[in-house]
Structure formats: structure tokens, C-alpha cells
């Protein structure tokens, strides 16, 4: 047993390709506890910046900042009374929020958090993480027809019809990137796996965000727009549009099925970024593998994620002692500090030499997503929301064609070589 | 909620068109303004009809009217439009005055202007924020109660309280300006003219919001005044009709600004409309600080008013319409009759006519554009 | 000239616009919210709150000359002034006065009626409480304040 455990260490590939039972299930266990603590203070961090967007101060009540906040949150929701409506239908209203939840949860597990820290390295990665997180829609409708009430019924279509429009045109960005691996010097086939897809970056030494500019950059961009109408952001939240709909399709629920439904929207959320990152961003690659490459570059950009975490300690001990001194402070003073303390610990934890070269992929892949998650806090607090057929003409009358055309075009220049060849011997 | 039409499998129609879905909108919905209802008859998402249900926040202030005296009955006429209490205590007394025939000296004048457009101003910015909040922009409504602040500042440095505010007596002003009023007024015209800026970085040319705005909600002038609609919704279609400017009151005509219209009667032109009318609001504010008559703030009024047996109608512009009183005097202390002129009430007539055909999502925005306030609405 | 809107359009400057403006607005210093229980707010002088019989600050007797202008002047008839005559100065003297805050309206017509100023509204505006009972304000209750049990968090 243990020295199962200890054997897969050594390994440099993940898991489920080295054959490790024990530490796939070991991954699964950690990446689900460590997406929903995620969620739980993703949600804490859209309230907070969302509030300073809109020069509030978010929740400041329930511990230093409201840091406990989702806490009581979570704990105020699994507490409440859980509320069928009397007409729904008992069983799908049940099975609803769990498709919601699963589909969101299973993507992960092709999610490559670093060479080694991915559940497994399908050779289908794409293809099932694109396939399994558009389930979740699957899980919406029948929450909004199980309800049996208008306005739920009403968001559920709004939903679905949305979630397959824009699942076009994602899908061709994607195939314009998949496309992109293909071009790597000497290979001459792409690949459809996660980890292969970053290697392929690793290989052309450019992030494909970069590659053949402006091309990947628009293929990105139409991914970020549909992604966003993927997940039922701002500003295309018309499933869930709370001045229009009341809640969408979850009106009808409370208590625990609620926030599972919360729970798969932040974590179909972070899943489709870690796409975005794989695909553009060169996964988990810290910057410039390429241009600063060496035993020394390589150090010090290991040293980055603990001194990133000391720097959060620094900032959150200054703002302690930034509180004001008043005895009704003393609490929270004293709970913001040990906060830091925490932090300043995790970062000294980060720097040790063993540790520090296995976490650091997983560093700048949560870094890269940490950018998403605050983009998608930026929209929402920032712009108005889509009406329906308006919606539906930017998916297919503006994205699709455009993606379309970056796909061919991607093929065109990167065939140019061959072509010009080809050409040469027709002439 | 319920289907009213039951799908018969007898009928001679196909399954798509025999459904139609009754959606109630409110009283208890987030965009409704407080407590409207709206019974919606959809074919999906397309609007074929609306029906308001009114009459939620009913507290029969006519009624109330007709068993108080004149003077008690002021602080009441604040709470129908809570927004714009300042317009409705101007409307009031300035009815009152035209009964017992007497008028406001100068400098009350000048002050009621000054409040009162202060007021305008505090209710767009309340529509504004609202409105966009309808629309899915969760933060312009952040920014428009931030400023919307300093002015509730002055108006509580000057009368006491902040939103019924309950500012004007019959015959003129109850309070003098509080040191540096005029000072405070002219800092705030200064802060808030950039503010308008940021409200329109925020609006005026994003795409959604443009897509959102355009052509929803159109109506004709010629639909206006067949109507009733007044305010910004007549003005937004083209329709160039300010009582301001039409019919003086409290000393407007001495002051020189422009009624903003906007082309087409839709959404978007109302906004515009409102935007403009901020700026010209604070055009106003300046010249009314900058010629403060000096004199006294109240006209000779008896103590106990006793205005002499007839009628009277006046109407003021508010910042949503024209808001008119009709007082029937018996002679006695309390009116015989109080009857008000809501300009909400009157603009929520051409909903059903505005949202026909559009989507639910063009509904909210259209309640949002017409800016009704629902303690106006029912009284 | 025409490609300027173009151009506007395809690099989405409308919307960067209105990005750059709430990521200015991040900055902690321009948060406007008031932590209301930890800070309290200073209200203007002229504040219509609490309302308050003044005394005579020497002799530490009551103002009012029981006229009964106030109760005849308050639009919803809450307030109430009993009195009665003393026999040697042949001069009312105030029994009792009640004031119902729950119906009051801080409308200020009983201040503005006061021929001594002897009512007044404060700028005490904490006057939420929890049931109606102790609602009806006396004459000692006017004259002293509330006692107010002062939250810390």
C-alpha cells in the first residue's frame, strides 16, 4: 500500500496513464474538495469585487471581511427547509440539480493542472470535457419544466436554446486551436488531449493566444464570448436574468438543491476556463518557458507561487494593522491577522525545494483561471444584459461565421508551406 | 399562475398556436418598481398583450385630503411620489396659493426652484439606476445613489428630512437657507456635471445597452396625446411640452434652459431625454443660486386658512409628467375635494400599447423606461 | 471618416469604455458605504427625529402651556394635552401630554405650531424598535429621552 503510494511519486505522468488506481481516486477525491472550496470562495471573492466595483464594501459581518461569510452562507442553506412545489414532477425536480452538479464535476477529470496533476490524459480530452460540460444543460431544462411554474419554463428554453447555439461556435474555436497542435515541427498529427495540447504549445514555443496573430487571438476571443453564454454569465445570464425571470430556472428551488446549483454553475465556471487556459494560454507554463529558459530562469519561476502567497500575507498583515483601533475591531483585527499568518505559512510551505517544483504548475494554471474568474465579475458588474433574439444573432450571425472563417483560415496559413510546394510543382 | 387556455384536442388548431401562456408579473417581482402587476399574454417569449392590475399601495390620499385642513394635508402629498416629494409638495401649495390668490414672494421662489430641481435630478438618478438595473447594468444604480446622496444631504441641511421631505408651506418657504446653502448648491452643480459623464461612459454608446434601448417601446406623438402621457416619455416623442415653459410657474419663465426631445419615442431616446434634462436641471440650479433675491420667505397667509368656496386646477411639471391638483373649496377648513393628476398613473396607460410584440425582456425595460413610481400610481 | 465607428465597433471600445470606468472605481478609497452601527452618521441640525418637550433649564419646569396648537395642528391627531386650571394664577397647567410615535410622520407641524417651542423634533433618529408597547411617548418619557440600550456590533 505504501509503497504504492510512494512509487507513483517518481512517475512523471499522470495517474491514470501510470496505472495508479489508488492515487486517481487519491486526485479525484482532492480536485473535487479543492473545486468546491474554490467555489465557496469564488463566491466570496465575485461578492467582495463586485461590491468594490460598485464602491460598496460586500459582506464585512461574519469574520475578518466577511472571510467567513460562505460559510454561514453554506451552512444557512444546507439548514433551510427544502421546498417542492406541489405540482412538480418529485423525481426530475430531484435528479435536476445533481445533473447540473455532476456533469460540472466530471469535466475535471482531464483537467491538466500540470504534467502529472490531471486524474488522467485521455487521448479524447477535449472531445469528452466539451461533450460531458454541455450535459449540464441537460440538468437546467429539467429543472425549469419539473417546477412546473412559468417563469422557471421560461428560463429552462431560454437556457437550452442558448447553450446549444453557442456550443457551435465554441466547438469551431476549439477545432481552430486543435488545428493549431497539428503544425508542431516534426509531428505532422494534432492531438485532442489536454496535456497534448499544452506540449504542442511547449513544442511550437508560442502560446497559441500568439499563434499566427492575429488568428489565435480571435479563435480566443469568440471561445471567451461563448463560454461566457456557456456558463449563464453576465451579460448573457437571461436563463437565470433576475429582473426578468425573478431566478430563472432555479426559482423554484432552495435550501441544498439551490446551491448545488450554485455549486455547478462556479464550477462549470472554472471548468470552461481551464478550456480557455489549455487551449490559448499554454495551461499550466509559467511565462516564457521558451525565451527564459535555464536551470536559473527555472528556479526562480519556482520560487514565484511562495513569494506570490507571502506577498498576499504581507498585504493582508498591512491591512491589519491598517484597521481601525477600535475595541469593537478587536475580533476581526485579530482574525484578519491570523489570516495572513496562514497565508505567510502556505507561502513558506510553497518555497521549500521538494515541494516547490510540484506545486508550481499548479500555480500558474490556478493563476491563469484566477485571471477568467475575475473577467467574468468584471462583465457582470460592468454591462447590461443581452435580450434573447439578440443574443441568439451574436451567436450565430457574428460568432459562428467568425470562428468559421478563423478555422479556415488557420488551415490555409498553416498548410502555407505545403501549398506554396504544391503550388511551385503545379506552375 | 394558471393556463386559461386548455389545450382541446378537438380544436382546429395545431399544437403550436393554441397555447397561450397567462404570465402574472408581480405584485412581488423584482422589476416591477414595488408592487405592480402585469398579467402577460405570451405566445413564447412574444408579448401579445398587458393588462395592469393596480391598486396594491392604495392608501386613499384624495380621501385623507378631504378630512384635513390645507396645512395638514402637505406632508401627505410627499408620500405618493417618494422620489420626487419636493414636486409634489411644490404642486400642492402652489394650487393652494392659486385659491386663496395669493403668491410666493421672490426668494421662496427662487429656493422651491432650486429644491425642486435638486428633486428632478434625485428622480432621474433613481430611474436611471433602476432602469439599468432592469436592463442587466447592476452598477450605474451604485453610482446614482452615491451622488444622489450629497443632494439628500442639502435637502435634510435645509428642511430636516431627506425624502418626505415635506420642504414647502402654502404662501411660501417654512425655513430660511442654512448657512452656506448657496455655497453647498453650486459645489454640487460642479461635482455632479462629471457624474453625468460617467453615467453615460457607462451607457450611452455600449452596444447592448444601445441594442437593448433602440426601438423598444415605441410610441408616436400623436399616440402620446391621445394618451395622456406627459414628461419625458411625451418629450422622448418629439413632442416639445413643458409646462416649465407652457404654463410658468414659481417663477420659471425668468429662467433661460431648453427642453431636450428626442426623435423616434423609443427607449433609448427617453434616456437620452432624462440625461439632458439632468444637465439642464443644474443650467437652472445655477441661475437660480447665481439672482437670489434677498426678502422674505413667506407671503401674508391667514393662520387659520380658510381659502373661499370655488375651484382650482394647476399642474406643475414633475420630474415624470404633469402633476395636477383640482381642489373644490366649501368655504370651510378642509377641502370639499382633493382629486391629483398622477403623471405615473396616466404614463402606465400606454404600457399595453408599447410592449405589444416585443419580448418579455423589452416588458421590464419598458416599465422601467415610462419611470412610474407606485405610491403615485394608486395613491 | 465613415470607418471610424467601424472600427469602434470590431475593437469593442464602447464596452472597454465602460470596463475602464468600474475598474477605476475599485479603488478602495472610493467606497461610500457607511458601517452603520460602527460609524454613525452626524444628521443636519434642522433633523426631523425623536420628538422632545424642552424645560425650563433653571427652574426645571415644563415649557408647554398646554395651548393644545400642537394637537390641533398634527395631521393625524396623536398627540394629546389634558389640563387644568390652577385655582390661584388662574393659568393651565399641563396634566398630562402623550405623543404616539407609532403614527407620527416627522411632518414637523407641531414644532412649527408651538407658540413657546416647547415640542421639538430632535436629530435623534433611532427610533426603531421592536413591538408597539412603550410606543405612546409621556410627558417624563418626552422630557428625558429615551433610555437607549447602545449596540456595539
Keep these: 500500500m505504501l509503497n504504492q503510494l510512494t512509487q507513483y511519486l517518481q512517475s512523471t505522468v499522470t495517474p491514470g496513464q501510470a496505472g495508479s488506481m489508488l492515487w486517481a481516486t487519491i486526485y479525484i477525491l482532492v480536485i473535487f474538495a479543492g473545486i468546491s472550496l474554490c467555489v465557496v470562495f469564488i463566491n466570496w471573492g465575485e461578492r467582495k469585487a463586485l461590491a468594490h466595483f460598485q464602491i460598496r464594501l460586500g459582506p464585512m459581518r461574519v469574520g475578518p471581511h466577511g472571510l467567513l461569510q460562505p460559510i454561514a452562507d453554506a451552512l444557512k442553506l444546507l439548514l433551510k427547509e427544502d421546498t417542492i412545489p406541489a405540482n412538480a414532477d418529485k423525481v426530475v425536480f430531484w435528479v435536476a440539480p445533481f445533473i447540473v452538479t455532476t456533469a460540472a464535476f466530471v469535466v475535471y477529470l482531464v483537467v491538466p493542472f500540470g504534467p502529472q496533476h490531471a486524474v488522467t490524459d485521455m487521448n479524447i480530452g477535449i472531445l469528452f470535457m466539451l461533450g460531458v460540460s454541455s450535459l449540464g444543460v441537460l440538468g437546467i431544462i429539467t429543472a425549469g419544466w419539473a417546477s412546473n411554474s412559468h417563469y422557471p419554463l421560461l428560463g429552462s428554453l431560454r437556457s437550452s436554446a442558448q447553450m446549444v447555439s453557442y456550443e457551435v461556435a465554441m466547438g469551431l474555436a476549439v477545432i481552430s486551436a486543435i488545428l493549431m497542435t497539428s503544425f508542431t515541427p516534426g509531428s505532422g498529427s494534432g492531438t485532442l488531449s489536454m496535456i497534448g495540447i499544452v506540449e504542442a504549445q511547449k513544442a511550437q514555443g508560442v502560446w497559441f493566444l500568439f499563434k499566427f496573430f492575429p488568428l489565435g487571438l480571435v479563435a480566443f476571443v469568440v471561445f471567451a464570448i461563448a463560454m461566457i453564454a456557456e456558463t449563464n454569465r453576465a451579460p448573457f445570464d437571461l436563463p437565470e436574468a433576475e429582473s426578468e425571470l425573478v431566478a430563472g430556472f432555479h426559482t423554484e428551488y432552495s435550501g441544498f438543491r439551490w446551491s448545488l446549483f450554485m455549486l455547478g454553475e462556479y464550477a462549470a465556471m472554472i471548468a470552461v476556463s481551464s478550456i480557455a487556459v489549455t487551449l490559448w494560454l499554454g495551461g499550466w507554463m509559467r511565462p516564457f518557458p521558451n525565451l527564459l529558459s535555464g536551470t536559473n530562469w527555472d528556479t526562480i519561476f519556482s520560487l514565484v507561487p511562495g513569494a506570490f502567497f507571502l506577498f498576499l500575507s504581507a498585504v493582508t498583515l498591512y491591512s491589519t494593522a491598517r484597521m481601525p483601533k477600535k475595541l469593537t475591531f478587536r475580533i476581526q483585527t485579530v482574525g484578519l491577522g491570523a489570516f495572513g499568518l496562514l497565508l505567510g505559512a502556505v507561502g513558506l510551505v510553497m518555497l521549500v525545494p521538494g515541494v516547490r517544483e510540484r506545486v508550481q504548475d499548479i500555480f500558474w494554471f490556478m493563476l491563469k483561471v484566477a485571471v477568467f474568474m475575475y473577467l467574468y465579475i468584471w462583465y457582470r458588474a460592468t454591462w447590461p444584459r443581452y435580450r434573447f433574439d439578440q443574443l441568439m444573432r451574436v451567436g450565430w450571425k457574428v460568432l459562428l461565421p467568425l470562428s468559421l472563417g478563423v478555422l479556415i483560415v488557420t488551415g490555409v496559413v498553416g498548410l502555407s508551406p505545403e501549398l506554396m510546394t504544391w503550388l511551385k510543382g503545379v506552375l | 399562475m394558471t393556463t386559461t387556455a386548455k389545450l382541446d384536442l378537438n380544436e382546429d388548431k395545431t399544437f403550436l398556436d393554441s397555447t397561450e401562456l397567462i404570465l402574472n408579473m408581480g405584485p412581488q417581482h423584482p422589476s416591477t418598481h414595488g408592487v405592480l402587476r402585469v398579467i402577460l399574454k405570451l405566445d413564447g417569449e412574444k408579448v401579445l398583450g398587458a393588462e395592469c392590475v393596480i391598486g396594491y399601495l392604495h392608501r386613499g390620499v384624495e380621501k385623507i385630503g378631504e378630512n384635513r385642513t390645507y396645512v395638514q394635508f402637505g406632508p401627505y402629498v410627499d408620500r405618493m411620489d417618494y422620489v420626487a416629494a419636493v414636486s409634489n409638495g411644490l404642486g400642492y401649495c402652489e394650487t393652494v396659493e392659486k385659491l386663496i390668490n395669493v403668491e410666493a414672494p421672490p426668494r421662496a421662489q427662487h429656493i422651491r426652484v432650486i429644491l425642486t430641481e435638486l428633486n428632478r435630478i434625485t428622480s432621474h438618478q433613481v430611474w436611471l439606476g433602476t432602469h439599468a438595473l432592469d436592463i442587466g447594468a447592476m452598477t450605474p444604480v451604485f453610482y446614482c445613489f452615491r451622488d444622489r446622496e450629497e443632494i439628500l444631504k442639502i435637502f435634510e441641511k435645509y428642511c430636516g428630512a431627506r425624502l418626505t421631505t415635506h420642504a414647502f408651506r402654502i404662501g411660501g418657504c417654512q425655513w430660511e437657507t442654512y448657512e452656506g446653502f448657496e455655497k453647498e448648491v453650486l459645489s454640487f452643480c460642479d461635482f455632479f456635471e462629471p457624474k453625468i459623464d460617467e453615467y453615460e461612459q457607462l451607457l450611452t454608446t455600449n452596444r447592448i445597452w444601445v441594442e437593448r434601448t433602440k426601438g423598444v417601446g415605441v410610441i408616436s406623438g400623436a399616440d402620446c396625446i391621445m394618451l395622456g402621457v406627459t414628461g419625458p416619455v411625451l418629450r422622448g416623442s418629439n413632442v416639445k411640452w413643458d409646462l416649465r415653459k407652457a404654463k410658468p410657474y414659481s417663477g420659471y419663465e425668468k429662467f433661460d434652459f431648453e427642453i431636450p426631445t428626442g426623435p423616434n419615442g423609443d427607449t433609448y431616446d427617453r434616456y437620452v431625454v432624462r440625461i439632458q434634462e439632468m444637465r439642464q436641471s443644474v443650467r437652472i440650479i445655477r441661475q437660480a443660486v447665481a439672482n437670489m433675491p434677498a426678502g422674505p420667505i413667506m407671503a401674508k397667509v391667514p393662520k387659520i386658512l380658510k381659502p373661499p368656496a370655488g375651484e382650482v386646477y394647476h399642474s406643475i411639471e414633475a420630474p415624470k409628467g404633469e402633476l395636477g391638483y383640482y381642489i373644490v373649496s366649501d368655504g370651510s377648513l378642509q377641502p370639499y375635494r382633493v382629486r391629483v393628476r398622477p403623471p405615473s398613473f396616466v404614463n402606465l396607460q400606454a404600457l399595453d400599447q408599447m410592449v405589444r410584440g416585443r419580448l418579455i425582456a423589452d416588458v421590464v425595460a419598458i416599465i422601467g423606461t415610462i419611470d412610474i413610481v407606485l405610491g403615485e400610481v394608486d395613491r | ?153
Design chain 3, 1 to 153: 471618416m465613415a470607418l471610424a465607428p467601424i472600427f469602434r465597433k470590431i475593437f469593442l471600445v464602447d464596452l472597454i469604455k465602460g470596463l475602464s470606468l468600474t475598474f477605476r472605481y475599485q479603488d478602495p478609497k472610493e467606497i461610500y458605504t457607511e458601517q452603520y452601527p460602527l460609524e454613525r452618521p452626524q444628521v443636519a441640525e434642522r433633523y426631523r427625529g425623536l420628538p422632545r418637550l424642552k424645560m425650563n433649564p433653571e427652574t426645571g419646569k415644563t415649557l408647554c402651556i398646554a395651548c393644545d396648537l400642537c394637537a390641533k395642528a398634527c395631521p393625524e391627531n396623536l398627540i394629546t394635552v389634558e389640563s387644568e386650571r390652577d385655582p390661584v394664577t388662574k393659568r393651565k397647567v399641563l396634566t398630562k401630554y402623550t405623543f404616539d410615535l407609532s403614527r407620527c410622520m416627522f411632518c414637523g407641524l407641531c414644532e412649527e405650531s408651538c407658540s413657546t417651542d416647547a415640542i421639538e423634533l430632535t436629530p435623534d433618529y433611532e427610533v426603531a424598535q421592536y413591538s408597539r408597547d412603550g410606543m405612546v411617548l409621556d410627558q417624563k418619557r418626552l422630557e428625558e429621552g429615551p433610555d437607549r440600550k447602545e449596540y456595539k456590533r
